[in-house]
C-alpha cells in the first residue's frame, strides 16, 4: 500500500478515487507510568513513556487504516493525515484518514 500525505503519487496515475479511509484508536494512559513521567516533568527531558504510547497509537491507527483501504480494494491512500482529540481525563483518539484510490499499472 502507498500511503502519501500529498495529493498525488509521483510517477503513477489516479484512475479511480474510492473514498475516505479512515484508523482511529483511544489510548489512556498508565497509572503507573504516570508517576515515572511526573518525576521526568519536574527535572525536564522526554518522558519517554508518553513518547511510546503516542507512536504505538499512531502505528494503530495508521494499520487500521490501511486495513479499510484494502478491504475497499484501494492501490494507495493519498492525503493522509493524523488528528487527535480529547476523549476524557487521560484518554485521547488518534485518527489516522486519507483517500483510497486505485491507481494505474506501471
Do not use: W
Not at 507510568?33 to 527531558?45: E, P
Not at 502505528?59 to 483501504?69: G, P, T, W
Amino acid at each position: 500500500m502507498i500511503i502519501t500525505t500529498t495529493d498525488t503519487v509521483p510517477g503513477r496515475e489516479i484512475t479511480e478515487l474510492i473514498g475516505l479511509a479512515r484508523g482511529n484508536t483511544v489510548r489512556a494512559r498508565h497509572a503507573g507510568k504516570d508517576i515515572g513521567a511526573f518525576f521526568k516533568n519536574l527535572v525536564g527531558g522526554e518522558i519517554e513513556e508518553y513518547t511510546k504510547l503516542l507512536a504505538e497509537s499512531r502505528e494503530q491507527a495508521l494499520d487500521r487504516m490501511v486495513s479499510e483501504a484494502t478491504a475497499l480494494g484501494a492501490d494507495a491512500i493519498v492525503n493522509m493525515r493524523f488528528a487527535t482529540s480529547l476523549i476524557a481525563q487521560g484518554a485521547a483518539e488518534f485518527l489516522c484518514y486519507g483517500t483510497a484510490v486505485r491507481l494505474a499499472p506501471e
